[in-house]
Structures are given as structure tokens and as C-alpha cells.
């Protein structure tokens, strides 16, 4: 009889563990670490952009994106980039909402075009790769089954070699469609 009942208790034991485990972890399915993403607006520009976030918590996370440009004469400047990230998020649920982000960039660009006397034809210097810096905003729609939908517009300064290219400024726009796992 003190066997049965000892079994009884551990047995009761081992399945009160298990279902507290699987209780905390179906509680909020927003609550999920991972993001990829891929830009919708890219391939107007002759480009493909991805990204990977990972939420630190439910108002941060860090994040990578990479751009790289397939059709030059949609897109003359830029050859590629990639650009870590961190965001806050203002959003009441787990890494939505809007939010602000503050990114790096480490880009290879066209160098300067120098044009010639008639302002017909041009020679390009050779690639200029260069950092950048700079902030943006953006928000964030996340639905139950785990889809990502992002708006968000980024500006950022060259910091190392503007004066061997066209301009001085980056921006990252994206209408983004993801998954979160």
C-alpha cells in the first residue's frame, strides 16, 4: 500500500511539472524571439533587402538587415549594405507598436561622377565603402498565427569618405512582410 501511494505521488509530481511547463509557454503567443523579414519596396529600387530580429524583452530587441543591388540602372548608388540595429519598442504588446531605432551601416557605395565639359558623358571613380550612422521610426503589426507587417523609414549620415561620393546622406525605407518563430 506505502508503494501505490509513494508511485501515486511521484507520478502526480512529474505531471504537474510537465503541465506547468506547457501552461507557460502557450500563455502569449506574441512572446516568440525570432523575426525574419523581407523588404517589400526593395525590388522597386533593383534590390533585395532581408532581416533578422531577435527581442531582448518586450520593448527591445537587436537586429540585422542586408541589402544588396541586382539591377544597376534602378539603383545607381548604392551596391550593397549591411546594417545592424536596435529598437524600442512603445507598443503595449510583446515587440509591436511603433517604435525608434538607432543603426549602423557599413555600405559599399558608387564613387563620385565626374562629368565632362559637354555634361553628356561622366566617368566614375571606383567604390567607395564607408560607415554610417543614424536613427528612424517605424511600426510594427503582429498577428496571433506568428506574420509580421513593418512600415519604417531610416536616415543616417556617412561618417568616413562622403567627400569621394555623390552625396553624404543613407536612408533605409521598407514595407516588410515577415514571420515570427
Known amino acids: 500500500m506505502k508503494k501505490t501511494f509513494l508511485l501515486l505521488i511521484i507520478l502526480f509530481a512529474f505531471y504537474s511539472v510537465k503541465a506547468q511547463n506547457e501552461n507557460r509557454t502557450a500563455a502569449n503567443p506574441y512572446e516568440k524571439k525570432n523575426e525574419i523579414k523581407l523588404n517589400l519596396i526593395s525590388p522597386f529600387i533593383g534590390a533585395v ?8 524583452n518586450k520593448n527591445s530587441s537587436l537586429g540585422i538587415s542586408a541589402l544588396i543591388v541586382y539591377d544597376d540602372k534602378k539603383n545607381e548608388d548604392m551596391n550593397y549594405y549591411v546594417s545592424p540595429y536596435y529598437r524600442y519598442y512603445f507598443g503595449k504588446k510583446y515587440a509591436s507598436g511603433f517604435f525608434a531605432e538607432g543603426f549602423g551601416m557599413f555600405t ?3 564613387g563620385k561622377k565626374i562629368y565632362s565639359a559637354d555634361q553628356l558623358t561622366f566617368t566614375e571613380n571606383k567604390d567607395v565603402y564607408d560607415a554610417a550612422l543614424g536613427a528612424g521610426l517605424g511600426y510594427k503589426l503582429v498577428t496571433k498565427k506568428g506574420l509580421v507587417f513593418e512600415a519604417n523609414a531610416s536616415y543616417g549620415k556617412l561618417l568616413f569618405n562622403a567627400d569621394k561620393i555623390d552625396h553624404t546622406v543613407v536612408a533605409k525605407y ?3 512582410i515577415g514571420y515570427r518563430f
Open 174 to 176: 521598407g514595407l516588410s
Open 108 to 110: 559599399s557605395i558608387d
Open 49 to 56: 533587402e532581408a532581416g533578422f530580429e531577435r527581442h531582448l
